[in-house]
């Protein structure tokens, strides 16, 4: 039975909507800093001591009392007892005396009775004497105690990624282990007897599964953990218990192929018989047959099964959802350029349109759509264009922000 | 002994084509598929089998012989004899004659004696009748066999970093397995008798040792293989045992502390026995005290304790050199903005300038540097901006490139 279209559309605003405030909140784990790189923190993180937690000198020279020096010129230098040197990691067990001084390391820990490092330029060393040619306030050229993170302040907001300068603070106020969101959990799901895997031998009516590849690659890419149920064959029972289980063990189940209007598009019915389906059918290009539903608080998704229409589909429906549920940001960035030729486009329908970037910056953007069938499409793409539902025609030469792949 | 000043700086420019020149070529090795995200081909790939490999219907419908449908029209539809139907996977084993029709479902393998398929849309179903209502040429609707892909093609070249859309397209292909360049297995040795490995007890003059995190997560995010040998102590010999072990078993190594002039900053002195001391010293701020050397073919650079200036010094004379190792690019987007506030520099000095973002776009760009000692600094900013090292003076309000972490 052929089925004769999906009625009425909804719009790409609308369907992402309901896809984001259906994204099931994710609970916590606990992470060594090892293995916190791209992980969102679960709360806010005090320091737990001041960094430094001691005064070290800023620089190479002599550690003195500030006070000794006062008055010191190139014309008149003040003189001091050179008694020893102080390199990191070293504590100078004496504390100095009015009129003495120390040769100091960067890092070192300014000695006792010293509030100052005059830099070695200012100075002229005469055996056990220290000719020091400039004043110095207390604390010239001392790192003070909590400059960099004072204890119990606060380090990081809940929410903040970890990148590895982020680690690197973790690092320096002793942190070893953080609390982090966990990761999401993601099913996939391929449906279409027309499917094999990579690698296995050819059949004439056959084609290789490419929505596995692409798809678990891009949600890896993103930090899930990626629970790939391979290729189901198109018969309802596989698919269903397919679902069944991916939903037990995951936080959202995405499935691609057997979501049209035609034999063996059940996808939507399936989603409707677990929970919700939330909508059928998006105005966008490509990628119109796409369902969405909801199971026991979890999102099914019914991708296409065309390999550029479920890729699209991903960045601008389940992006969106990945970042509420798990507090990353998807590294997509923009760079504006021209339109190399005139694109027409269909008023009340979002298109994703694939360009190549030459010539830039200034860059110019061509677009290389080939059919949504074709997986090359995005293959020889940098990034793609969003032609908003209003608009009709986007002009040569026209600028337009290009979101990169 | 403190030794007194670096003599002539050498330029940041000049320390990079150094470095990037004196950058080891890597071998390949082969990898599954599932393992080949974010590595780079190391030859062409060329296309093994037609994708697809059969001509297949681009959309649900009827495939029809295109010349029985030949003057149909609204007014007097051509009426053919329905015979069946085929799905995706599936052949229909007899050839159809003329008159006949078939239904079919996108994906599914056009039958022998059809070279068009009309779309539900202009047909009407009566029984085992089928009306068309409008003519076709042959081709229609049909996709084509190596439409997508041709056989003996080239795919991609030699240097492609695949994506999660390339591999899409190699799984396309069947192609299970690819070469690609090995990954950069890079040591790093930290120096410094002050320094805690994070976690463990304080003592009152160490501190957490921060490069071995901040640099161990950049190089892994570029994709590098770390081999990280941890806090070696400021001693000499433990030093040239660490480097000795280090330039066994990777392609390049990093050392950090010890790059200066000081008592125990002998890091430029352990180059030179290993091999040859291409620079110490760089005209960047932060970062100047900065070595950089070669031994068997391998760079061995000495960076700056501080942390602020190690990861700076990563992002403007490491992650070039890696880039030419690897052939991978490191994700380094740039953003447009105005400068917050003026800014006075050196002239003869690059200045690496963090900066936080506000308010964009457009972007407003504040410094927030608060010394190279500071592992906050970066952690508070967003992005850099680079000054030249002919700029006196950054206005407020001056359009600067910030190029993003």
């Known amino acids: 039975m052929v089925r004769e279209g999906f009625g009425k559309l909804i719009s790409l605003s609308t369907a992402k909507e309901l896809a984001v405030s259906g994204a099931p909140q994710l609970g916590t784990e606990r992470v060594g800093l090892d293995d916190a790189l791209g992980r969102v923190l679960a709360g806010p993180i005090a320091a737990p001591i001041d960094v430094p937690h001691f005064a070290k000198a800023a620089m190479d020279g002599f550690a003195v009392h500030a006070q000794d020096t006062f008055g010191a010129s190139n014309e008149s230098p003040v003189t001091l007892n050179l008694i020893g040197h102080v390199t990191p990691g070293r504590i100078f067990e004496k504390e100095l005396q009015a009129g003495q001084c120390i040769e100091i390391a960067t890092g070192a820990p ?6 100052a490092t005059v830099m070695v330029e200012n100075t002229e060393t005469e055996g056990e004497k220290v000719l020091i040619y400039k004043p110095l306030a207390p604390g010239d050229n001392v790192i003070k105690i909590a400059s960099d993170l004072a204890a119990g302040s606060r380090i990081f907001p809940k929410g903040r990624q970890l990148a590895p300068r982020h680690l690197g603070v973790l690092a320096a106020a002793g942190i070893r282990e953080v609390e982090v969101i966990r990761k999401a959990r993601i099913a996939l799901i391929s449906t279409g007897e027309e499917l094999l895997e990579p690698g296995a031998p050819l059949a004439p009516n056959k084609i290789y599964n490419i929505n596995s590849t692409t798809l678990r690659h891009s949600l890896r890419a993103f ?15 596989d698919v269903k218990h397919a679902v069944s289980k991916a939903l037990q063990d995951s936080d959202m189940v995405i499935l691609s192929g057997g979501s049209s209007l035609g034999r063996g598009d059940f996808v939507p019915e399936i989603i409707s018989e677990f929970g919700t389906l939330l909508f059928h059918g998006i105005a966008v290009k490509p990628g119109k047959p796409t369902a969405l ?113």
């Open 223 to 237: 930090g899930c953990a990626v629970k790939d149920f391979g290729v189901v064959k198109d018969e309802g029972e």
């Open 110 to 115: 300014q000695p006792a009775g010293t509030d």
């Open 293 to 405: 539903g909801t199971a026991g608080g979890k999102l099914i998704f019914g991708l296409p099964g065309y390999p550029t229409s479920a890729l699209s589909n991903y960045y601008i429906l389940i992006e969106p959802v990945l970042e509420k549920m798990t507090g990353c940001k998807a590294v997509r960035n923009c760079v504006t350029a021209s339109m190399g030729r005139k694109v027409a486009s269909t008023v009340g329908r979002y298109e994703f349109l694939a360009v190549k970037l030459d010539g830039g910056p200034p860059w110019r953007a061509t677009p290389v759509m080939r059919g949504s069938s074709a997986i090359t499409t995005l293959a020889n793409a940098d990034g793609f264009v969003e032609i908003e539902e209003n608009i009709e025609v986007v002009e040569k030469g026209a600028v337009v922000t290009v979101r990169l792949f």
